[in-house]
Structures are given as structure tokens and as C-alpha cells.
């Protein structure tokens, strides 16, 4: 059971650049989640979904977007990458609202 | 601005001791609780979830609860050096909410 999956596991983008974080779930759950996680500052919500063809905005939705097309697979898009994205991306999944979050290995994503 | 408080440590305990780690919340209508293991460089995993004011135990874990204080915390009984992390508290802050605040985390040392 591999549980959710991130990919890649590390980056480096330039200024400006774009690129798309993938995460899948094999668990079914219908609630996906994108955290970025900075030093000393926890883990912060991007944007969040309660099903396919669902999504909405989390704390810190500026620069990025989301769709969900599947159960499975809620990728993250950044566009036009900027030094203030430097961070820890983590996606998770629920299965149900409130109930246990389960995160995948994270990308660790730098922009020079 | 609802917050979740955690103490950022360290917090260093002897082998065998009990690590006793705590958490305030500022929703009075939260009602989710979760703590989580994180190790440098690698994702949140989940510890403990609590819904109901009271303990809980799980092999050397134990969550406690009180709605009343709007405190969690979690203790490890049998410290080991391999329980050195850093321990996030999540909330989950419904009704009818998806989201989790997290914690900035407790660093946990054992020392051997």
C-alpha cells in the first residue's frame, strides 16, 4: 500500500520558471490537502479538496494553483516561481473531514 | 486568528523518562486532535489522533485531552533515543471545517 505519493523529491527552479508538483493517493480518500512547510513557521494550507472537481483556497494560495480531475491525483502548479516559494511542499489526504491526514514524502523545492 | 501553541523546545529527557509534550488551542469549537512524529528532513507521521476529552493510550503513547483548558498533549513513556523528533500538534477546528492548524512542533532530545 503505498499511500500518498509525491514526485519529484527535490527541484531547483529559476526565477520565473514553472512546474507542476504531483501527489496521488491510493487510499480512496476524497480529501486531498497542499501544505508548505518553512523553518520554524509549521506546516501552511495552499489549497485543500473535497472531491474530484473540487478544490478551494487554503492560507497561502498566492502563486500556485490546483486541479483534481480524479479521486487519485491532485497536482500543485506553480507559475512564474519566485524566491518566497523556497520551501517544503507536502500533500496529504483524509478520508473523511476532520479525521486522520496522512502526508507523503514532501518535495523539496528551491528557487534561485 | 485561530492558533495552535506548541513550546518549541528542545525538551531533553534521560532514556526511560517520560516526555511529556504539550499543546494550546484557541477554538473552543475545535474538535479533531492529532499529534504527529516528524524526523529532520522527512514528512509528518501520524501518532495519535484524539476526538473526546480524556486519555488515550497507545503502546508507550498517551494523548490527553481537556476541551475545557483547550490543551492536548501527548506523553512517551519509556523515552528512546529514537523518539528524539520533532512532535507536531494538529487541530482540526470544524464544525463543517476541512482545514488542520498546525503547530510549529516541540523538538524532542532523548538523551542515552
Known amino acids: 500500500n503505498a499511500g500518498v505519493t509525491q514526485t519529484p523529491k527535490f527541484r531547483i527552479l529559476k526565477i520565473g520558471q514553472s512546474m507542476t508538483l504531483q501527489c496521488t493517493q491510493d487510499m480512496n480518500h476524497n480529501y486531498m490537502y497542499w501544505y508548505r512547510q518553512d523553518p520554524g513557521m509549521g506546516l501552511k494550507l495552499i489549497y485543500y479538496?473535497?472531491?474530484?472537481?473540487?478544490?478551494d483556497k487554503g492560507e497561502v494560495p498566492n502563486g500556485y494553483n490546483v486541479s483534481r480531475s480524479t479521486t487519485e491525483d491532485f497536482p500543485l502548479r506553480l507559475e512564474l516561481a519566485a524566491p518566497s516559494q523556497t520551501s517544503v511542499y507536502f500533500c496529504a489526504s483524509s478520508v473523511d473531514r476532520g479525521t486522520e491526514a496522512f502526508f507523503g514524502q514532501g518535495t523539496r523545492l528551491t528557487v534561485v | 486568528q485561530k492558533e495552535v501553541e506548541q513550546n518549541s523546545g528542545p525538551l531533553s529527557v534521560p532514556e526511560g523518562a517520560i516526555a511529556s509534550l504539550n499543546c494550546t488551542y484557541s477554538?473552543?469549537?475545535?474538535?479533531?486532535f492529532f499529534w504527529y512524529r516528524q524526523y529532520s528532513g522527512k514528512s509528518p507521521e501520524l501518532i495519535m489522533s484524539i476526538y473526546s476529552n480524556g486519555d488515550k493510550e497507545d503502546g508507550r503513547f498517551t494523548a490527553q485531552l481537556n476541551k475545557a483548558s483547550q490543551y492536548v498533549s501527548l506523553l512517551i513513556r519509556d523515552s528512546q533515543p529514537s523518539d528524539s523528533a520533532t512532535y507536531l500538534c494538529a487541530v482540526n477546528i470544524g464544525p463543517g471545517t476541512y482545514k488542520y492548524i498546525f503547530g510549529t512542533g516541540t523538538r524532542l532530545k532523548v538523551l542515552a
Open positions: 479538496s473535497v472531491g474530484a472537481g473540487i478544490t
Open positions: 477554538d473552543r469549537v475545535s474538535q479533531s
